[in-house]
């Protein structure tokens, strides 16, 4: 993986040492820019800069390869969170099937990223059904139909304009009859300007809750790594409505600054439990956070 602006920070934070020798305030402030550049938002950025002030007093840190070194183990020391780490594996239920509700606004890679779930579960011989719940529009039903094929996954769908929590329900039904491992439903792309959409959500919510016996396993949020700080409105829009478990963070792949990652854990105190890391259907990957970290420095050092 290549991040844009953090190959930036990489050789930034070298060529700040050359002919300084020392951890000034001019350092910390470049230092502060580039962070910021790369989608790390003002007050994550504080946090990691307080973080090294206080390694540079205490360990005494001299060159580019040290300071380097600590603010990979402050962003890893993020993404391990406590109130992260317990939650970061994909919760499965021992009562069949384990229902994922997958949310987020049109355009993030929503219904491709439903459809690489199923393929990464199918690779691990397991059985999965998709629920259309996107009834809002015609074409989100096809384009989930198309996926299915393409996994071979069995589908639950209704007509454009019925009710989404309906094909949730009949989805949960037919998973459990069909001996389903998993059911991932889809939702229509919520906007925070449509209350109607809102309330629809909810409604899947009560009605997966009911039939389940319990809430669903996983609500997982679909962000665009590459839309930074609007990522991050986004979600906390999201979760003032619903009980938002995790993130599944697309187009990972070149194109995103990397920064944004730090962001959302930090800011959200949520897991980013997958990431999408390109088109094709086995391009998704459960997130390493240590091995994100050391790819945001190392690669960018080859």
Do not use: C
């Amino acid at each position: 993986m290549r991040f844009g602006l953090f190959k930036n920070l990489v050789n930034k934070v070298k060529q700040l040492f050359t002919g300084r020798g020392v951890i000034d305030d001019e350092f910390y402030e470049e230092l502060e820019t580039l962070l910021i550049q790369s989608d790390v938002n003002i007050h994550t950025t504080e946090r990691v800069l307080e973080d090294l002030r206080k390694a540079v007093r205490e360990e005494r840190l001299e060159n580019s390869e040290q300071v380097l070194d600590r603010l990979k183990r402050s962003l890893v020391s993020i993404l391990t969170d406590p109130a992260i780490a317990d939650k970061q594996a994909l919760k499965e239920s021992s009562n069949s099937p384990t229902l994922y509700l997958v949310v987020g606004v049109n355009g993030v890679g929503k219904t491709t990223s439903i459809a690489k779930m199923a393929n990464l579960f199918a690779k691990r011989g397991k059985k999965v059904i998709l629920a259309a719940g996107d009834t809002f529009r015609a074409a989100a039903i096809d384009q989930i139909e198309i996926w299915a094929q393409r996994t071979q996954t069995e589908l639950v769908k209704h007509g454009e304009g019925t009710d989404p929590a309906a094909v949730v329900f009949d989805a949960i039904r037919v998973g459990r009859s069909r001996g389903a491992d998993y059911v991932i439903a889809d939702t229509a792309g919520r906007l925070h300007n449509r209350s109607n959409l809102m309330d629809e959500l909810k409604k899947i919510y009560r009605v997966s809750e009911k039939e389940l016996g319990r809430a669903p396993d996983e609500i997982l949020m679909v962000l665009d790594a590459t839309t930074g700080q609007n990522a991050l409105s986004q979600a906390k829009t999201f979760m003032n409505v619903v009980h938002v478990t995790g993130i599944i963070l697309t187009k990972l792949d070149g194109t995103a600054k990397g920064g944004i990652v730090i962001t959302l854990a930090n800011e959200l105190k949520l897991p980013i439990k997958l990431i999408g890391v390109g088109e094709k259907a086995q391009d998704l990957e459960v997130f390493d956070p240590v091995k994100f970290v050391n790819g945001l420095f190392e690669a960018e050092e080859k």
